[in-house]
């Protein structure tokens, strides 16, 4: 990822170092230690390598809550960074491996410690991919466990990741709560609240599992549910162009 050019500059005539502005995309790295090196050659590279043993840390700490939190369902091993497509930032777009941006993880970690307000964007978009990934290991394809991925980071958090997945994360938040008022669970790193999560969750994914297996059932309920969805949206639409005819 090319990010433009900077000089190299005196960090002071006396101090004996030399300082180098970064663009402004790396300032999610400040406070990062880096580790320092010289390529040499016809064209010498200097390097800046973050130190981000941190965020791995963290991508395991909540793999292991949510391997806690799934364990009515079956068992979805230890974490592996080769299920996923690790990048700096979350990208827009992806295919086969769901996404862990490091940028996420560290802003979860500043919020933990304190020195960041609250951003819940970011630890939703860890929770959702890793639960993909999860998915996978519970034998749900595609789409299907895109959604449950996106649906157990909701339920959680109560906050969509924006994947498109309307009609199976409303399900899904039906399937878990019933009848029941529905919140957010409360802290992902607690281990209680995905404890007591599990049951919910054995519901939410023998419902996705039924889907897989009866694709028509599933299509159909899709479109029925879009279908509602519109209607209801059109009587709304017309309330409001209602009031607004006679104000």
């Known amino acids: 990822m090319y990010l ?20 402004a995309e790396l300032q999610l790295l400040e406070g990062t230690e880096c580790r320092l090196m010289v390529r040499d050659g016809s064209r010498p590279e200097i390097v800046l390598q973050p130190d981000l043993s941190a965020t791995q840390m963290l991508f395991r700490e909540l793999w292991e ?8 369902i079956d068992e979805i091993g230890d974490f592996a960074p080769s299920d996923f497509a690790l990048s700096l930032f979350p990208p827009h777009h992806w295919q086969e491996r769901p996404p862990l941006a490091y940028a996420d993880a560290l802003a979860v970690l500043r919020q933990r410690s304190g020195q960041q307000d609250q951003e819940p964007e970011a630890l939703t978009r860890l929770l959702a991919f890793l639960a993909v990934a999860a998915g996978y290991r519970l034998a749900l394809k595609g789409g299907l466990a895109l959604a449950f991925g996106d649906a157990v980071a909701y339920l959680v958090t109560g906050i969509p990741t924006g994947l498109d997945t309307d009609f199976e994360r409303g399900m899904a938040h039906q399937m878990f709560w019933g009848g029941n008022h529905a919140q957010p669970l409360g802290s992902p790193f607690a281990e209680q609240v995905w404890q007591r999560a599990r049951p919910g969750f054995r ?37 409001v162009e209602e009031y607004v005819g006679k104000h």
Do not use: C
């Open 203 to 239: 519901r939410v994914y023998e419902q996705f599992r039924a889907w897989q297996e009866d694709a028509e059932a599933y299509a159909g309920a899709r479109e029925k549910w879009y279908r509602a969805l519109a209607i209801e949206m059109g009587m709304q639409i017309s309330t």
């Open 4 to 23: 433009g050019n900077r000089k190299i500059r005196s960090a002071g005539r006396t101090s004996g170092s030399v300082e180098i502005t970064l663009p």
């Open 65 to 72: 809550r949510l391997r806690m939190g799934l364990g009515e």
